[in-house]
């Protein structure tokens, strides 16, 4: 597996940013992608979480500005994001869980929003 993520840039306050996330290895039997963040000084957040049964779950930060969606099976998923604000400045990293639940992670990609 090798998840591949890009998408970040810099925008303002309220602006919108796609991040998008494939694997460009062998295919994997994934149970579930998502998305997760960190900033300096803070533990690695979910932020969004998309399963193989389409089921979805969100951070309570994010919940009506961010939506996920992609395909499972396909190893792809794409994080829309709405409604920027500064704290959702952070690295974002996309991560795969395969059936044996074992976790592959993308490099980052940098979100910067500015007030």
């Known amino acids: 597996v090798q998840l591949q993520a890009f998408g970040g840039g810099l925008v303002q306050t309220g602006g919108s940013l796609r991040l998008s996330c494939a694997n460009s290895?062998?295919?994997?039997?994934?149970?579930?992608m998502g998305w997760y963040r960190e900033t300096p000084g803070r533990e690695r957040e979910e932020v969004a979480i998309?399963?193989?049964?389409?089921?979805?779950e969100y951070t309570d930060s994010v919940k009506g500005r961010f939506a996920i969606s992609g395909d499972v099976a396909r190893n792809t998923i794409v994080l829309d994001m709405n409604d920027l604000r500064p704290t959702d400045t952070a690295v974002y990293y996309c991560?795969?869980?395969?059936?044996?639940?074992?976790?592959?992670w993308g490099q980052g990609t940098l979100v910067t929003v500015s007030s």
């Open positions: 991560n795969l869980k395969n059936l044996l639940r074992r976790v592959s």
């Open positions: 290895g062998s295919l994997s039997a994934a149970i579930e």
């Open positions: 998309l399963r193989s049964d389409d089921l979805v």
